[in-house]
Nanobody, 128 residues
Framework: QVQLSESGGGSVQAGASLRLTCEAL????????????LGWFRQGTGKEREFVAA????????RYSDSVKGRFTISGDDAKDLVFMQMDSLKPEDTDVFYC?????????????????WGQGTQVTVSS
């Protein structure tokens, strides 16, 4: 059993920064020796959920969508089962609900279907 919980969203002006946090709650009976790749997706009203960033279980491999590359930075604290996304130079088009996603295994693809569990989302609103 893995539960994800996001926080850190808010309403800011364009050019501002936010830092999202995802906490992974892993039941001791289900932890085993598995390591979990984690990522972030975004979804606006009436839009499809799309990939933003991901990090491998060991923190070595990082993936970013073109729309956030150079502005967003994903990082993790594996010992604490936390993943962060620092978002700088926010734009109005970044206004979305951001979801944390986890995969029961290594990071090999960034498709939505590659991830096994999801958080409830945190709202990011960026005004001009």
């Amino acid at each position: 059993q893995v539960q994800l919980s996001e926080s850190g969203g808010g309403s800011v002006q364009a050019g501002a920064s936010l830092r999202l946090t995802c906490e992974a709650l892993i039941h001791p009976d289900n932890r085993g020796n598995n390591r979990h790749a984690l990522g972030w997706f975004r979804q606006g009203t009436g839009k499809e959920r799309e990939f933003v960033a991901a990090i491998s279980a060991n923190g070595v491999a990082l993936r970013y969508s073109d729309s956030v590359k150079g502005r967003f930075t994903i990082s993790g604290d594996d010992a604490k089962d936390l993943v962060f996304m620092q978002m700088d130079s926010l734009k109005p088009e970044d206004t979305d609900v951001f979801y944390c996603a986890g995969r029961d295994g290594p990071l090999v693809r960034t498709y939505i279907q590659s991830f096994d569990f999801w958080g409830q989302g945190t709202q990011v609103t960026v005004s001009s």
